[in-house]
Each structure stands twice: as C-alpha cells, then as structure tokens.
C-alpha cells in the first residue's frame, strides 16, 4: 500500500492483519505515512502521549510533536486508552470553493491514518504540502469538559520564527511578524496563529489551525527550545469597562471548553513549503474545513466597498459640511456608482450610539440611503460593535434587515475563547438566514469558516492600512511579509486604497488625512495580491475622483479567483503572482526596499491573444511615490517580458483576451 509504513512491537505478526488489528501495546505502537509524492513523512508513536515527527527527503523538519487530550474525571486521554485498531487510506479528489480567493477547483490528494482507541480516534493526513491531525472523541452524548490539549513542538535549530507576538489573550489580533531566530524568543512569549518558520535551503513550517466549531482558538507559548499550546478558558464573568469596546475577564473556568462527548476537534496543521511562493500558495485551511453548510448562496456577492472610516470624511469641492450625515453618504454613493463599486460601508457613527444600534444617528437617513443606494446599485454594510449584536443579535438583524441593508461589519470583538467562536458561527447562521453579509474585525484570524458560511465576506486579525494614521510601522517589508505569514490562514481586510502615497523619510501619522507609505503602484497591486471578498477603498472619494486613472483601473479588479499562480516570492522581500477571473488575468508585483528587475514568463496564460494594461512605477518613483506610468500592450502565453519594481514599488496589469 503506497504512502504506508507500519512498525510493530516485537512479537507481533508482521501484514496487512495490522491495518485493522490491535497493536499488543499502547507504549510501542509506532507508525510512518507518507506524502502521495513519498517525499513528506510523518512518524506517529503512541506512549503515554501522542508523539508525532516530521520529515521532508528523509531531513527531520520538526522535532518531537507532543500531543494530548485532557478530560475533566477521565484525565489523559492517550494514558488511558489501548490501541483498538489501525486503518489507512487515500484519498483524491476535487473540491469545488464557492467563492473561491485562491482557486475554485483544489485538487485534495492526501494519505490517511486512523489510530482507533476506545475512547477517540486521532487522524492524521499527510498531503504532498503539508500534514494535519485531529482528535475524534468517543465518550457518550454527554457534555465533556476540556482541561486542555496540549501541544508541543520543536522546530530545527537555527531556524527563523514570523513571531506575531499577543501580550496577552485579550487581543485585537493585529499583529507585526518579527523574523526572530527561533532560539532568541524568550521564554512565556505568546505568539498569535499562524506561524512561520525558516531556515536557508531548507523547507519552511507554517503552523496554524482549520475547521474550529465549539472549541476555543490556539496560541502557542515559548517554552525552553520550542512551543506549547495555550488556549483561552470558558469565560465564567467579564468586567466591566469604561469603554464600551473593551474586554476582560474577571472570572475564568479550570477548563477550556464544554461540549459533546462525541464529537470532532479542530484539525492541527503544518504546511510544508519547498519555496517561498509555495508558502503562499497552500491552501490547507480551505481544505481541511468543512463543506458548505448553507442552501443558498446566489445571493452572497463579492465586491468593492467606499469606506468612511479611514479618511475621517475628509471630503471637499461639495457645498454641505461633510461628516457622518445623510448628505456625505449620499456622496460615497454616487462615488460608489460612478466607478461600479458594490457597497459603501457607515462605519462607527451612525447610530444613535455605540450600544445602541436599532436606532440611526439624527443625522443619518439610514432608509433613505438605503433607497438611494438601490437606485444606483450600491448596498449599505452597517458597522456595530459585537456585544449589542451578542445580547440581542435577531432582533438587530431584522432592523438592519428591515431596512434593507446588505451586511454588518462586526468590531472589536478581541476573544477567541469557545463562547465567541460560537458567537461566530451563529452570526453566520443568523445573517445568512436574512441574506446579510457580515465582515468580522478586531477579530481572531480565519481558521476555514468561510467555505461552511461564504456570507463572512472577511476577517481583519491583520495589522492593515489603518495604522497609518497613527504609527510609521505600516512599510513595505511589513506588507511583503503578509502574504507569507497572516494570509496562509484565510482571507484579510487590510483595508488597501491610499492615494497619498510617500516613502518612509516624508511620511506623517495623520488622523484625518493619513498616508501610505510605497508607491502608487505598490498600492494599487494590493488589490491583486491580498485575498479579501470584501476589498475596501479606504480614501477619500475626492482623492479618487482626482485621481481618476487610478480609480478607474482599481475599479476593474473583481475580488474572487478562479485560478492563482504564485510565480515568484520571497518572504518580506517581493512577491509576483497572477490571478485568474472568467478570462482575464490579473498580474501583480510587490516588492520591499530595494530595487528589483524580473522577467515575466506570460506562459500561464491561455491560447490566443490578450490585450495588457499594465500599472507600474514610474521612473521617478523613488523620489515620488506618487509617480505612475499606464501604458497599453499585446501579450500571449510566447511572451517574456523585462519590468522593474522601484524602492517599496509595485507593478501591475490586466490582461484580457482578444
């Protein structure tokens, strides 16, 4: 059987009787599964825990993976239990995505072991780019308390860690990767999910997690040379705040989490990547999710979306006083029509308070813009903060509903313990029942809940644009290092769009009218390399108006990918990648400080003949950020072509076929 290595304990009769036979032994029980490729390889024992190793072409790539499962009076699930059986298998086939930001067809090929024990199962998956394993309890219908799973591992030594260090659990989950040697992370650092590791001429490791229902999100502690999990407790009682955003716990439970007896746990992941460009490419998360879980998607639309928040209103040439009233929204709208984008979002606001969302703003005309919009074909998303939408979600829901809003944008949210990621999956269910998109920021990072709900248009859980307006930190190597890191685990609003673009020694934290550092172009290649469903233009509509050419050429990015080609990449350095919509390719290039030339291989295109317009930095970009060339050519699939990325530069192009 290809992919499978069986060890046995001394004595035992060696044969396919052991694929579904006990082993004589909990403490000697060991096993290997291979890659379909043969080159990945994961060896599973079975002591008085779960020890797991990885290796890629025979070179071990993580040291001793440690794991179990505790149980409130049952203790150590693993200690406890004999081995009842073994079963392997393959498996290959297509998954289909609706609403696909990487790609609409995933070819899912992977080995499977099940170790079956009398009171779980673990399943481990061992794919060509990657390896997952999952515990299956089997312990009544009865509710369970979890005291904890732990997890440990080592990665190689000498190996650089994407730190995205938390201070703490209570989080806003935005986070900067700080490339770090693994061994130079001081012990009790907390680290956010995923995250990465690398070592020269070697594979990288992405740790992170996929398919969490009922079940609180993991983060890991530096413990000695490697990591350990750590998991936020059942919430017993929070404080209270002066704030109507902020959170913390007063009184926590001795477990982290009460649920089913029976039941599945999320899956542990550890995407392997030959390449730098392969590291973007994984989609592992997306494919260890579960399938949809709604009837009905057709109403679900993908799109572009006006934001208010970032540029502050800052709006001029009009003859009202601009600010969160009906006048300037009715403005985003008519922006929003003349450039086709689908939505506009009112942001914080537009309520009579914070707290109180069923009731608009005296100034906002909530129904009127909604009718306004529908004349022109923009929906409004509504912004609320998630403890009103908590305590009374349905009847919220059927105001917004009622008026004939198009989504909510969920905010400062900042938990990831069981209680709110069930608070997750019940807004999905709750919007998805009034046709409602619902866009979650101050929120924990993506762990594939969107293939089971597409209406969760996004997640931020990203350090994004919006920093800007208060801090220097938003440069390019902080950019180029997303697609690597926080994008591995699902999609991200970082809100891309400024148009007042300078380099790092001219920028200025500005509130009210903040900058972004990079060229234009850099800006504008945002918008085909970050994956977002719900991709904001966060200026002003008055920059985008005079900034026409720009806008216009932003406007025609669509948002979802049927196809995605990562054609070339180095962590925190640049990034090339090609995209594919109906039958237009979008090509994007990024890059950090330094100057760089590629010669773009045009061979993913299709047969035929496309027409390009390309987006790049012009030559006195270095100095202007602002600085541009749009310029039109013919491509096909023959063709290679020379370009430059200028300092934090960018490059862009649409090609469609004639």
């Known amino acids: 059987m290809k992919g499978f290595k069986t060890f046995t304990p001394i004595g035992s009769k060696i044969g396919l009787i052991l694929l579904f036979f006990a082993l004589s032994s909990v403490a000697f029980g060991q096993s290997s599964l291979t890659s379909p490729n043969g080159v990945l390889e994961v060896t599973v024992s079975v002591k008085e825990e779960l020890h797991l190793k990885l290796a890629y072409a025979g070179k071990t790539l993580v040291e001793d993976v440690v794991s179990d499962l505790i149980i409130d009076g049952k203790g150590s699930l693993v200690a406890r239990s004999k081995t009842m059986s073994m079963r392997q298998f393959s498996q290959k086939h297509t998954i289909r995505v609706d609403l696909p930001t990487k790609n609409k067809e995933i070819n899912d090929e992977y080995n499977q072991l099940t170790l079956q024990f009398r009171d779980f199962d673990l399943e481990l998956r061992v794919y060509d780019n990657g390896c997952a394993f999952r515990y299956v309890a089997k312990l009544g219908k ?79 502690q530096k413990n000695g040379s490697g990591f350990t999990s750590l998991f936020p407790k059942v919430v017993l009682k929070t404080k209270e705040q002066k704030r109507d955003r902020d959170e913390s716990i007063e009184f926590e439970a001795d477990y982290i989490a009460q649920t089913s007896g029976n039941r599945t746990f999320p899956w542990r992941v550890f995407m392997v990547s030959s390449s730098d460009k392969d590291i973007v490419s994984n989609n592992l998360v997306c494919q260890l999710a579960d399938p949809l879980k709604l009837k009905d998607i057709s109403w679900v639309k993908p799109g572009k979306v006006a934001w208010d928040w970032w540029n502050a209103n800052n709006i001029d040439g009009v003859d009202f006083k601009s600010g969160i009233n009906t006048e300037t929204y009715k403005y985003y709208i008519d922006f929003a029509a003349h450039y086709g984008l689908e939505y506009i979002i009112l942001d914080e606001g537009w309520s009579k308070t914070t707290t109180n969302v069923r009731e608009p703003n005296p100034n906002v005309d909530v129904a009127e813009l909604v009718s306004y919009g529908n004349q022109k074909g923009v929906g409004v998303i509504l912004w609320s903060l998630w403890r009103p939408l908590d305590e009374d979600m349905e009847g919220i829901l059927d105001v917004f509903k009622g008026w004939g809003v198009k989504g909510v944008k969920v905010d400062f949210i900042q938990r ?3 209680y709110v990621v069930n608070f997750y999956e019940r807004m999905a269910q709750e919007t998805a029942k009034r046709q409602l998109l619902v866009d979650f920021h101050g929120a924990f990072k993506p762990s594939g809940m969107r293939r089971a709900y597409p209406n969760i248009i996004n997640f931020e859980g990203v350090k994004g644009l919006e920093n800007t307006k208060w801090e220097d930190k938003i440069d390019s190597e902080h950019e180029l290092t997303l697609p690597f890191t926080r994008m591995t685990a699902g999609v991200m609003d970082f809100t891309p769009g400024g148009l007042d673009n300078v380099h790092k020694e001219n920028f200025m934290a500005r509130f009210t009218r903040p900058m972004a550092m990079g060229t234009r172009a850099h800006q504008v290649a945002m918008y085909v390399v970050f994956e977002a469903p719900l991709q904001m233009l966060s200026d002003t509509p008055s920059n985008y108006y005079r900034e026409d050419e720009t806008t216009t050429f932003i406007s025609g990015i669509p948002t979802i990918w049927e196809k995605t080609e990562v054609l070339d990449a180095k962590v925190s350095d640049y990034i090339l990648v090609a995209r594919k ?15 760089k030339s590629f ?48 300092i934090s530069g960018g490059w862009v192009a649409i090609a469609k076929k004639n």
């Open 416 to 418: 990831a313990d069981q």
């Open 142 to 220: 009865k509710e369970i308390q979890v005291v904890d799973e732990k997890l440990t591992f080592s990665p190689n030594e000498k190996t650089t860690c994407y730190l995205p260090e938390e201070k703490s659990l209570i989080s806003h989950f935005e986070n900067y990767f700080q490339a770090i040697p693994s061994e130079n992370i001081t012990t009790g650092t907390i680290a956010n999910l995923p995250l990465l590791f690398t070592k020269v001429d070697e594979p990288s490791v992405s740790f992170t997690e996929s398919n969490i229902y009922d079940y609180p999100h993991m983060f890991l």
């Open 599 to 646: 010669t773009l291989d045009f061979s993913f295109l299709d047969e035929g003949n496309y027409s390009l317009q390309v987006f790049r930095d012009g030559v006195n970009s270095d100095t202007n950020a602002r600085d541009y060339v749009l310029e039109q050519t013919n491509v096909d699939s023959r063709t290679k072509m020379d370009i430059k990325l200028n």
């Open 581 to 595: 919509h109906g039958n237009t390719w979008y090509i994007a290039g990024m890059n950090d400080t330094t100057p």
